[in-house]
């Protein structure tokens, strides 16, 4: 695999509005979902979001209690629309940051390129989305680039996609981009954390998502010491009893000083979970809810920033 460096280190987000600096963020949802088109082929269980007023309506709410930014975690060719993005984010006045990378592959159809190709196609690829823009927007006159990576674990390493995994490492070091890495209720994320940094990348640019639902605090503590951030988001899937599991996970997090390792989302793919779709907690839960929550239980306001936005900010600029 060749790495160039035609990339610049990035010192702004870019969201689908274009770049802005990393401290306009504001609130920021680490980790959610705007917009998923219906997937011919993909497993008849994938979640669809496509109902653009009730999306819009959310996304207004989110805003007027205090929320700035979204990070969409839906990848090409499993739903992405980076133009209803684009269409969301200025009739509501949220960011919105897209992503490319890939999902699991029970969210596509089987014949999708992406499984069967060479890592270095792979890894052209998404810097193509980084630097170029997402593949639906080319056409525009405004092409709409990708803000950072994302990729998704199976629950074991041999069903994983391995040049796919290569080529979004070797993405994210050519591009210096984030990655965000989609687990298994936590399984993998030891072993993505070695193989990810034997590549050549920083921790500082690896996010672990859906951390919460494996609650280990030496594990978790571990994994905070090594620098990457640790994605929490079962706030309202009561499976995971976030009372007894998340929000305790949280204050050992703070109490021990890593408050700087956690970003807090709420990953709505289901529509259920949206308010004015499902009758949910919805998007604005965020800023809201769970914001209120952190002053309620008392988390100083320097922890409460870093978790609900701030250190997501950073890492998606490539600041750290
Ligand atoms: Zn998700």
């Known amino acids: 695999m060749t790495v160039s460096s035609h990339f610049p280190i990035p010192q702004t987000v870019k969201t689908v ?78 960011n919105l940051v897209a992503c490319t990378g890939f999902h699991r592959k029970k969210y596509y159809s089987q014949d999708y390129w992406l499984w069967n190709a060479e890592a270095q196609k792979i890894c052209d690829f998404l810097c193509s989305e980084l630097d170029a823009g997402l593949v639906e927007t080319l056409d525009t006159h405004s092409p709409i680039k990708a803000g950072f990576i994302k990729i998704a ?60 639902k494996r609650p280990d605090i030496s594990l978790q503590r571990e994994l905070a010491r090594f620098g990457v951030l640790l994605e929490y988001d079962t706030f309202y899937r009561p499976k995971y009893d976030p009372s007894v599991n998340l929000w305790p996970l949280i204050e050992k997090m703070v109490n021990s000083g890593f408050s700087n390792r956690i970003a807090l989302a709420t990953d709505m793919a289901e529509a259920e979970l949206y308010r004015f779709i499902g009758g949910g907690a919805g998007l604005a839960s965020l800023p ?30 490539g600041i750290n």
Not at 43 to 64: G, H, K, M
Not at 161 to 173: K, M, N, Q, T, V
Not at 183 to 196: D, P, R, S, V
Not at 298 to 303: L, M
């Open 153 to 212: 674990l199976e629950s074991t390493w041999a069903e994983c996609p391995h040049a796919a995994l290569e080529g979004a490492g070797f993405a994210a070091l050519e591009s210096k981009s984030l990655i965000e890495v989609h687990t298994e209720k936590g399984a993998l994320a030891e072993k993505i954390c070695i193989y990810f940094t034997n590549l050549g990348l920083s921790p500082s640019q690896i996010v672990l998502c859906h951390m919460d």
């Open 17 to 94: 509005q274009g770049s802005i600096p990393f401290n306009r963020l504001g609130i920021t949802d680490a980790h959610n979902h705007m917009w998923i088109e219906t997937v011919p082929g993909a497993d008849p269980s994938s979640p669809v979001l496509n109902q653009f007023n009730s999306i819009l309506q959310e996304l207004t709410e989110y805003r007027e209690k205090g929320g700035g930014t979204l990070m969409d975690c839906q990848p090409g060719g499993c739903g992405r629309d980076g133009n209803k993005l684009l269409a969301l984010s200025k009739a509501s006045g949220v």
């Open 288 to 317: 809201g809810e769970i914001q209120s929550q952190l002053i309620k239980k008392g988390f100083p306001e320097i922890d409460r920033l870093q978790m609900l936005g701030g250190n997501i900010a950073r890492r998606l600029a």
